[in-house]
T-cell receptor
Framework: NAGVTQTPKFQVLKTGQSMTLQCAQDMNHEYMSWYRQDPGMGLRLIHYSVGAGITDQGEVPNGYNVSRSTTEDFPLRLLSAAPSQTSVYFC????????????????FGPGTRLLVL | DAKTTQPPSMDCAEGRAANLPCNHSTISGNEYVYWYRQIHSQGPQYIIHGLKNNETNEMASLIITEDRKSSTLILPHATLRDTAVYYCIVRVAKNYGQNFVFGPGTRLSVLP
């Protein structure tokens, strides 16, 4: 298994540009999520999905859109990039339809470093 | 999910045990304690979790006080590769929502 993969690893955007951060997992996890991490801070949840066709907002959703058309993929879209969106973005996945606490642990991707000028 | 409090940073000598504390005084009966770590801006990595009993795996041990208001993650023989930010998270393992809240964590520096 490749686990959780993210592309690109690095990206530089100009203010106002749009782009999509890709996330894929091959573990058949129902739950997928996006976090951002700013320097010296913990992770903050942007959006999450509990299955194909189902998405919901996290703590900091403004400026980001998501969709979940397949179990494997959960892209994050920046419609009009702003310097405040400069951050490291992590995608994570886990099982969902289980009450077992270990199966609910999240697996994280390697991250995408985004710089908005 | 209950809030957690961790010291911002700690040092530990290589080869010694690293004991990382976490306070979660408002924890409820069905909330689990999870520990993750993040090495040098990589994605966070699961370490261990527990409910009320002490737990041990190949990476670490988790000691939870009897009143469950605090816990300690123990790395028995810390190495330089254990230098990372360690996050203590408390949440209910219920069948919806996976919204882990990652606070600032504890930055552990293992010194040679």
């Amino acid at each position: 298994n490749a686990g959780v993969t993210q592309t690109p690893k690095f990206q530089v955007l100009k203010t106002g540009q749009s782009m999509t951060l890709q996330c894929a997992q091959d573990m058949n996890h129902e739950y997928m999520s996006w976090y951002r991490q700013d320097p010296g801070m913990g992770l903050r949840l942007i959006h999450y999905s509990v299955g194909a066709g189902i998405t919901d907002q996290g703590e900091v959703p403004n400026g980001y859109n998501v969709s979940r058309s397949t179990t494997e993929d959960f892209p994050l879209r920046l419609l009009s990039a702003a310097p405040s969106q400069t951050s490291v973005y992590f995608c994570a996945s886990s099982y969902f339809r289980t009450s077992h606490p270990l199966q609910k642990t999240q697996y994280f991707g390697p991250g995408t470093r985004l710089l908005v000028l | 999910d209950a809030k957690t409090t961790q010291p911002p940073s700690m040092d530990c000598a290589e080869g010694r045990a690293a004991n990382l504390p976490c306070n979660h005084s408002t924890i409820s009966g069905n909330e689990y304690v999870y520990w993750y770590r993040q090495i040098h801006s990589q994605g966070p990595q699961y370490i261990i979790h527990g409910l009320k009993n002490n737990e041990t795996n190949e990476m670490a041990s988790l000691i939870i006080t009897e009143d469950r208001k605090s816990s300690t993650l123990i790395l028995p023989h810390a190495t330089l590769r254990d230098t990372a930010v360690y996050y203590c998270i408390v949440r209910v393992a219920k069948n919806y929502g996976q919204n882990f809240v990652f606070g600032p964590g504890t930055r552990l520096s293992v010194l040679p």
